[in-house]
């Protein structure tokens, strides 16, 4: 009798195990999950068979409570900071704003440090070009998202002409007119006063303010005439309106000079270089102009964030890893197992989703993964569009101002260029009629 009922036993789990492996497995069962938020939710999932370590968070984007914003680490163009530290600066500097979570996002340069692909801020122009045939994602006043390979054109119109703007806080060419915004400092050129301060401190034998004063000044002297915006025509300018890219922004002048000129909060510098620009001896002081500024492939509306990676993991709900349309060559990148970073949005483009796949570890039983199982990671849970973030050391998963990719925490996670954060508006759950849009003012 109890031969015969081990050998049924036997028979009915040999059927379950026969039965479990003819289906087709899901990548990664989810083992936690939990809401953040009202239409936020984050969940971690782990296969241990293929050491698969995989963290998500969901955006419900129809909740005028919820907002995306991107992070500038330092709020500095070439400012590195890690993900949980812009957060809490963000979170801070806004009342009525809580920051649930977010993760890392464009790739950097490492020479200038600046983001690699067009990137915007609250409608505030850091970069422009197209880098290669880089993906990006893009997010409206109205707080639809889009997913494409965009570039920006920037250009100023007064009331005698138009004349277009070649570079976005950085200066190549003497002749280039290239517009300052508030994230390449505070005037132009940027001169690290407090910076070159601190480190006279360690410099001088004299440590009275005034001998340190003398040092600081002779530094200034030695940037400043090495600048390659000595001496150039700078028009300085307010916002009429809230600044917005793919839009026609009203602007005054507030100064014109042709030394140091402050970069004030609501506004920008815009230098003329060293070029013939005859429009420029038509502006005074008090004129107004505006700034317009197109998106292509074309945008139907204002759009306030955009940030973006390499390369496009999902199109149309299927994977599509364009590596090659993107003009990467190491074949490494793409097939290794990698900590990888993502974002996504459902067909309807109503849900945003993050992915974040945790680095190798050999200690924790992590291994990465490639850019095809992270495109089928992100169909899994939904995306219909996707793009590849910056990801290897860069890899992080901040939730409630907690690091949990990469494991070492917040103070072990790496410096990156910009984030991508998900906020509440906590003002409109004490009756404030919420706005929408990705800028969380």
């Not at 036993?9 to 069962?29: E, H, I, K, N």
């Not at 994977?319 to 793409?334: D, I, P």
């Not at 097939?335 to 680095?359: A, C, F, K, Q």
């Not at 990465?368 to 939904?382: H, N």
Request: glycine share 10%; aromatic share 6%; charged share 20%.
């Amino acid at each position: 009798m109890r031969a015969g009922l081990r050998l049924t036993t036997l028979m009915f789990l040999t059927l379950c195990a026969t039965s479990v492996r003819g289906q087709s497995q899901p990548l990664s069962a989810v083992d936690s999950s939990r809401q953040l938020a009202p239409g936020v939710t984050y969940s971690h999932s782990y296969n241990r068979k293929a050491r698969l370590s995989v963290h998500t968070l969901t955006v419900d984007l129809r909740n005028p409570f919820l907002g995306v914003r991107v992070g500038k680490g330092l709020d500095h163009i070439s400012g590195l900071e890690r993900v949980h530290s812009i957060a809490h600066r963000y979170d801070s500097a806004n009342a009525g704003i809580r920051v649930l979570g977010g993760s890392n996002a464009n790739f950097w340069k490492a020479g200038t440090l600046h983001p690699m692909g067009p990137t915007i801020i609250d409608g505030v122009l850091l970069t422009a070009d197209k880098y290669r045939n880089w993906p990006s994602i893009a997010i409206t006043d109205d707080g639809t998202v889009y997913i494409d390979s965009f570039h920006v054109d920037v250009s100023i119109r007064t009331r005698v002409g138009s004349i277009p703007v070649s570079q976005l806080n950085r200066r190549r060419d003497s002749t280039e007119v290239v517009l300052y915004t508030s994230y390449f400092g505070n005037n132009v050129p940027f001169l690290d006063t407090l910076g070159i301060r601190e480190a006279s401190r360690d410099n001088v034998t004299d440590d009275s303010e005034s001998g340190i004063d003398s040092v600081v000044l002779a530094q200034l002297d030695s940037v400043w005439s090495m600048s390659p915006e000595n001496g150039t025509l700078k028009l300085q300018f307010e916002y009429l309106a809230p600044p917005r890219a793919n839009a026609v922004v009203p602007c005054r002048i507030t100064a014109m000079d042709t030394s140091v000129v402050a970069i004030p909060k609501n506004g920008g510098v815009i230098s003329f270089g060293k070029g013939q620009f005859p429009l420029f001896y038509s502006l005074m002081v008090g004129d107004r102009f505006s700034l317009h500024s197109t998106i292509d492939p074309p945008i139907p509306d204002p759009v306030v964030q955009m940030t973006g990676g390499t390369p496009r993991l999902v199109r149309d709900g299927k994977v599509s890893v364009e590596w090659v349309e993107a003009g990467l060559k190491k074949v490494r990148f793409v097939n290794g197992n990698y900590g990888r970073s993502s974002v996504g949005i459902t067909r309807g483009g109503d849900t945003l989703i993050l992915v974040v796949v945790e680095p190798y570890s050999r200690k924790h039983a992590r291994r990465g993964t490639s850019l095809e199982t992270l495109a089928r990671l992100l169909i899994d849970r939904g995306a219909w569009q996707a793009i590849n973030l910056d990801g290897g050391s860069s890899t992080t998963m901040m939730v409630e101002g907690q690091t949990y990719v990469p494991l070492v925490g917040n103070r072990g996670s790496r410096k990156i260029s910009t984030a991508l954060m998900i906020y509440e508006r906590l003002a409109t759950r004490r009756g404030i009629e919420p706005k929408r849009g990705g800028t969380g003012k």
